[in-house]
């Protein structure tokens, strides 16, 4: 079996995820099927594109009633992350709802121009097995218009006007704002991390 | 492709936080960028990259980011075809869809005049295209570019510095990040795009390619001079 499986979101990273995770010799696997991702170690909810579309997607697919019950590790990436909280904006659309709170859009303002595209510090609020070996004020690399805002999920800031969750977590569900699968060496260690998880 | 992938890696390993890749021959030659080497690319690279080069469709577009690529580019076919920001935009979120604008200021003496061209890959077919450079950048804002390259022609390979004066015009009507591309020649025109352009990125090839400034030393500067850098 695949140590991963990426969920087939309709998002355009799902090549630059594989890659990184072969880099890391993980294989992983692209798909739908519940079966599939019920039974795999770890799964993985990639996305790029708008909040609406993806949950289309997911919905159409069953997904939206096959995650929420998930029991191994999942890390979603960028939209994916946004995906698991309850609701986005951008629709707006009802999410996932497996880590509490609402996603916003960006207002931008001088010197923070939106979407934000580019490394940014993060800042480590709480311990977490993802972050391990990861210093508190390493750069990783975001491209997003929409955020989460801090709340009792966050485990890592950045700041970007606001201060915005760059790592969140509740119980299995975990999500990174940033793309650990751009985020050099950095983003390498994350996914190493996530990768230790449910072995 | 050899040469791309090896230049790839020696740029990551140099510390560069973003690869953009040009194709510039694809639309003055009437055909897509090649696609084999994306793919390669995004299995070595570990950074953001961007491809540029001929891509007039949303399929075309959608090949390219398939194979692994963060952003496309797009510049002389934007110009034939605005709507194409539009589509690409709509599909794909505004975070992939960069706009190249190659500008050149054309006005006389102290009067600025800044003219956007096109099919500039080839010098025979380089011509203005007659749209007033800061009217298109807030057009293709409007159409939903993630972001604008902006590369100004007449510094472009001169090495004199970047055209602070023009990308200080478009930062003030640019909402989405800026890129200055053109003119670089040392680490002090870097520091110096940065803080009077207020750029949020700054782009060069040649003085790469031929290690005349090398990216661990141009980092250093930067942060030297309080501009935040990835180091």
């Not at chain 1, 594989?18 to 799964?43: C, K, N």
């Not at chain 1, 939106?114 to 993802?130: A, F």
């Not at chain 2, 740029?11 to 030659?29: C, K, L, Q």
């Not at chain 2, 090398?214 to 309080?226: E, F, H, Y």
């Amino acid at each position: 079996m695949s140590a991963v499986a990426i969920i087939d979101s309709g998002g355009a990273n799902i090549a630059s995820l594989r890659a990184a995770l072969a880099r890391l010799g993980a294989d992983s696997v692209v798909t739908t099927d519940h079966d599939l991702i019920r039974r795999a170690p770890r799964v993985l909810l990639p996305g790029v594109g708008s909040a609406h579309n993806a949950m289309l997607r997911l919905r159409g697919a069953g997904l939206d009633q096959l995650i929420p019950t998930l029991k191994q590790p999942l890390l979603g990436i960028c939209l994916g992350m946004q995906l698991l909280f309850d609701r986005s904006d951008e629709g707006p659309v009802n999410c996932l709802g497996v880590i509490p709170g609402s996603i916003g859009k960006l207002q931008s303002e001088p010197g923070k121009p939106v979407p934000h595209m580019g490394w940014n510090q993060m800042t480590q609020v709480r311990e977490d097995p993802l972050l391990d070996g990861i210093g508190s004020l390493d750069h990783v690399y975001f491209v997003h218009s929409f955020f989460a805002p801090t709340s009792s999920a966050t485990v890592a800031i950045t700041d970007y006007g606001v201060a915005l969750t760059a790592v969140a977590r509740r119980d299995n569900f975990c999500g990174t704002q940033f793309h650990p699968e751009r985020s050099g060496v950095v983003g390498a260690r994350l996914i190493a991390n996530f990768l230790k998880q449910g072995s | 492709m050899g040469d791309i992938l090896a230049l790839a890696e020696r740029y990551r390993n140099e510390g560069a936080d973003e690869v953009v890749f040009y194709d510039i021959t694809a639309s003055p030659e009437g055909r897509s960028v090649d696609r084999a080497w994306v793919r390669r690319v995004a299995q070595v690279l570990d950074i953001p990259f961007c491809v540029a080069g001929g891509i007039r469709s949303v399929e075309d577009a959608e090949a390219i980011l398939n194979e692994g690529a963060e952003k496309v580019s797009i510049n002389t076919p934007a110009i034939s075809n605005p709507g194409l920001i539009d589509e690409l935009a709509s599909r794909f979120g505004s975070q992939c869809v960069v706009i190249g604008i190659d500008s050149a200021n054309v006005g006389q003496g102290a009067d600025n005049s800044y003219r956007v061209f096109q099919f500039t890959g080839d010098p025979n077919r380089s011509r203005n295209s007659g749209r007033d450079t800061l009217q298109w950048v807030k057009e293709v804002q409007e159409r939903g570019a993630g972001e604008i390259v902006l590369n100004c022609m007449t510094s472009d390979g001169v090495r004199r510095g970047y055209d602070v004066a023009q990308l200080t015009a478009v930062r003030a009507i640019c909402d989405v990040p800026l890129v200055a591309s053109g003119g670089a020649g040392s680490p002090d025109h870097f520091v110096d795009v940065f803080n009077k352009a207020g750029v949020d990125a700054a782009l060069a090839a040649s003085v790469f390619h031929s290690g005349s400034i090398a990216i661990p030393d141009l980092k250093t500067t930067l942060a030297a001079a309080g501009i935040e850098v990835r180091l």
